[in-house]
């Protein structure tokens, strides 16, 4: 018996499941950016006719935009506009912006000073996930790629959030609950060896007007080189690139939110 070659199953324009949920995703943008450029709602017609689909398809994608939050209706009018979530994630990418650009001096001055490589990491909903780097002048340095997630329990930015931010995961806080307390009392966290064997790391707050954790200033070297004292230069000088990084921001001491 001839066996026939596996295929994957096709839809109606000939194109595969996988390849359609990607064109579904590159459609549902187009109605958003539509949106997005319209000075106010946006009727059916002219939302389907800016996006170049006929109004019937246009409806169907609105409809799964609408559940998810990322395109409101009017009730009255049943015209369109962005919905409370677009607002939500455009609010957390300037937020995150806002962030790295107050950090980026200090971060430089840090490297600058020590020669040590340092990132900067904010919160992503679950973990901190790093957004700018600076590499250091020193060989024998951890390259760490910006986007890179970092966990709570074994990363010196994660045990920084675990003790700054009421939002992180509370069952890993208290199963480091000795930690957190030491993390609050020194101001920074530091780890060795936990992430990657062979390197220690050294982890500061940066708060924001409100006293509220923005984000994490992290310098990460090989153990044994990095000085990890908590009095010794490096933590004195990532101490300051936080503290001048959250003054940025706005921040005073004495106004606290966590």
Avoid: C
Avoid at 34 to 55: I, R, T, Y
Avoid at 81 to 101: F, I, K, N, T, Y
Wanted: proline letters at 5%; a neutral charge; charged letters at 20%.
């Amino acid at each position: 018996m001839t066996r026939r070659p596996t295929t994957r199953p096709e839809t109606e324009a000939g194109a595969t499941s996988e390849q359609r949920s990607i064109q579904s995703v590159v459609i549902g943008f187009r109605l958003i950016e539509v949106l997005e450029a319209a000075p106010g709602p946006v009727s059916l017609k002219e939302l389907a006719a800016g996006a170049g689909m006929p109004p019937s398809r246009a409806h169907a994608y609105l409809a799964s935009l609408r559940a998810v939050g990322l395109v409101s209706q009017d009730e009255e009018g049943g015209r369109y506009d962005l919905g409370p979530r677009a607002l939500s994630l455009g609010l957390a990418a300037l937020g995150r912006l806002e962030v790295r650009d107050a950090a980026l001096p200090a971060m430089r001055r840090f490297r600058d000073a020590t020669g040590e490589a340092v990132h900067l990491s904010v919160w992503a909903g679950q973990a901190p996930v790093i957004v700018s780097r600076l590499d250091g002048r020193r060989g024998g340095s951890l390259s760490i790629r910006i986007g890179t997630m970092l966990p709570l329990e074994r990363s010196a930015s994660g045990r920084i959030f675990l003790a700054f931010l009421e939002e992180a995961d509370e069952r890993v806080r208290r199963q480091l609950r000795e930690t957190v307390d030491q993390v609050l009392a020194d101001g920074m966290a530091v780890t060795d060896g936990l992430l990657n064997a062979g390197f220690a790391a050294i982890s500061v707050p940066v708060l924001d007007h409100l006293g509220e954790i923005a984000g994490a200033v992290t310098t990460l070297g090989a153990a044994g080189h990095l000085d990890t004292s908590l009095e010794g230069p490096t933590a004195g000088a990532l101490r300051l690139a936080g503290e001048s990084a959250s003054s940025a921001l706005g921040y005073r001491p004495g106004r606290t939110g966590t």
